[in-house]
């Protein structure tokens, strides 16, 4: 049998024709075999088998990676798949309601729209984002140079919205979404923006909101530059009530990135609500009273706070100048803050909480009521006051010579004299001393923040003579203990510290933290917290001391110098004026401080005008005008 009959054909001939080698061995193209009969084309069979068993791995390998794939994997490419058209786009949820003490809104939130830009969704050849740019340009009446400036600045991957124009009202935000229809990467959305009452001093207590700085972004890691934040009163310190969570949207988007339809959303939860201690009302009649003497006096500050001194309630609180907090919902916010940082009058400076001025003699009640404690002098101490105290080459004056005197009749006249004298030292009262006069100013919340909330509140000053010498590098004297014991010097205060202070004399010695939130409830007004009455200080004067500062305080008004502007109230009252020197050479602050119904103290009130003369003639018309509205109203 010859080797060819194997194959069932013909010899080949030519090139394809076996040739002998060596003797005994003949090759068939590339492959051998023994011409005496053995294996025939082994090394061919092997080949093949090889050939074969890749083939049938590759093929195996193919189909397991297509199980995987189709199968093992196939929920996870559908995300992955539906990542390349739908965009989750975060929806603002509205901030929550701010309710005075009546029920009334005083922060709530109205629809507006924004034109916005997402760089992520923009075509990829930059001609085409040209010409989306100098389209939207057109019809948005933006400059093409600006929309290029703020998609460059956030870089083409961010998947955030650009914000070209916002507070967009609803025909025109309707107009603009017709006309940016196919626009990739440009949406017109809808946002909740801030509305405020428009009553005058609310904002200082409100405050505004505004966009995330870089700032606020490292104390919010999780915000997003787009969000909008609490900046002052309110708004700020109860941020984390107010904001709310987001909703998701599920935006189906084509190929080009144009926004085809909303496939799913969860709703936004709504922030908190704050309802106030503060009645609406009675802050109106605050306001129109010291704007009145404002413009009467041509002075251009005036602060007055009125609390509970039962509880702590800030029931009312004016710092004027003021402004119009709904300047920030508006495109033109930034030029506006500017105006107003740059009025000289400093309408954004809340001087209720962060104003510190010298007391006068309003800090006369406190004074008299340590000296009372230390036994300096009893209820029937008496000195006589001749006008003026002589120490060395120095003059201590006061503002009259008032004769004999005792500790009721000193705080209802405001005799300079005793209280020099209970102070420092003179005649027979041995005074109390810088130190443990210190100890009592700040005991009654002089020199620490009083822990309202609300943000930027000041601390004020209680001098020491250790102060005095390391910042002033000057020794202590008799003559700064005289005058701090008549609230002159370096001893500084702000209106809230002297409300809180002076509600301790009226409530039988209880110093009080300040609130002007009373409660925290939910978008369904479920109670979320209501907050308690909080005292810093209680019980360093006895009860018997503060009934004779208190009848000191009622004689000022029945026969002192508050009788002219409270003597014809329908309620009774107890109050201390005072009159206070600063730096501006001949010009003094006005005080005063009162509290009502004697009997049952309900309301405590401060008026700091200031540079407005004597306290009982430009402070006093504002206390009465607050007192008789509460008492009417309440």
Known sequence: MSIFDLFDEAPLSGDKAPRILKAGTLEYEHFKQDASGGEIFKKETNSFRAAHLLCLIVFVALLTQLLRLQFLEGSFNRVLAEGNRVRAREVNPPRGLIFDSSGKILA?????????????????????????????????????????DVVTKKGLLTYDPVVLRENIDRD??????????????VAVSANPVREYESTTGLAAILGYVGKVSDKDLKANPNYKSSYEIGKDGLESYYEKYLRGVPGISQIEVDSKGRQQRELAATEPMPGNNLVLNINSGLESAMSKSLASIMASSRVTGAVAVAMNPKTGQIIGLVSLPTYDNNLFTRQTASEEYQKLLDNPTLPLFNRAIAGTYPSGSIIKPMMAAAALQEGKITPNTTINDPGEIKVGNYTYPDWKAHGSVNVYKAIAESCNVFFYSIAGGWDKIRGLGVETIDKYLTKFGFGAKTGIDMPGEMAGLVPTPS???????????????????????????????????????ANGGEVLTPHLVYQITDKDGNVVETFQKDIIHDRFIDLENLRVVQAGMRQAVTSGSAKSMLGGLSVQAAAKTGTAQFEVAGKTHAWMTAYAPYDDPQIAVVVLIEQGGEGYAEAGPVVRDTFNWYFQNR
Do not use: C
């Open 108 to 148: 709530k939130n109205s629809a507006s729209f924004n034109l916005e830009i997402y760089p992520l969704d923009l075509p990829k050849k930059k001609e085409d984002r040209q010409n989306i740019y100098a389209t939207l340009s057109a019809v948005a009446q933006i400059p093409e140079n600006e929309i290029i």
């Open 172 to 185: 025109t935000a309707l107009l603009l979404k017709v006309k940016t229809n196919n626009l990739p990467g």
């Open 467 to 505: 102060w005095k010498e390391r910042v002033k590098k000057e020794s202590w004297y008799l003559g700064d203990t005289y005058h701090l014991g008549i609230g002159q010097g370096d001893f500084l205060v702000t209106p809230l510290q002297m409300v809180v202070a002076t509600s301790a004399i």
